[in-house]
């Protein structure tokens, strides 16, 4: 065999010995020691409970999901955890959903998608509403903004 390929084998050799195995084990172990006190110390911000509250309004199913999901991806992202216990109470009280045909094919023409929350949260109540007249974007993204919109506000909640 070439040198080259000795050289390798012996490298192989002396990564896997018992002593380098245990040095990144004892490594491994810091790691996570280090990440622990982060974790527990995260900031966490209330569950949302949504409710429809706009009257004759169309109900979409998948609004609700799409804004808690949006909701929890901000979370994590800003390193806050959502409580199990601590809840603010969502109304959907505006939404506007233009048919997906009819807003590809007519863009603006055919009016904008829309969709408001009204934020119950202690002691505080707030509205939180974004429009699209896009042709590619419809409701998903207008859920996952307003579900960003209301992390924004309740975690300036939870840092007070």
Known sequence: ?????????????AAASPVALAQSADA??????????????????????IRWDCGECEHNDKVPPLIEQAYAEQAAENE??????????????DIRQRPPGVRVMFGVMAGRD???????????VFEVSDTSAN????????????GK????????????
């Open 1 to 13: 065999m070439r040198k080259d390929v000795w050289f390798c084998f012996a490298l192989l050799a």
């Open 28 to 49: 491994a172990a810091d790691t996570a020691a280090a990440a622990a006190p982060t974790a527990a110390a995260a900031r966490s911000v209330p569950k949302l409970s």
């Open 80 to 93: 806050a955890r959502v409580s199990d216990n601590d809840v603010a109470e969502v109304a959907i009280v």
């Open 114 to 124: 829309r969709l408001g929350l009204r934020v119950k949260y202690r002691d505080r």
């Open 135 to 146: 042709i590619v974007m419809g409701l998903n993204h207008l859920s996952a903004s307003v």
């Open 149 to 160: 919109s209301v992390f924004e506000e309740l975690s300036s909640d939870a840092a007070r």
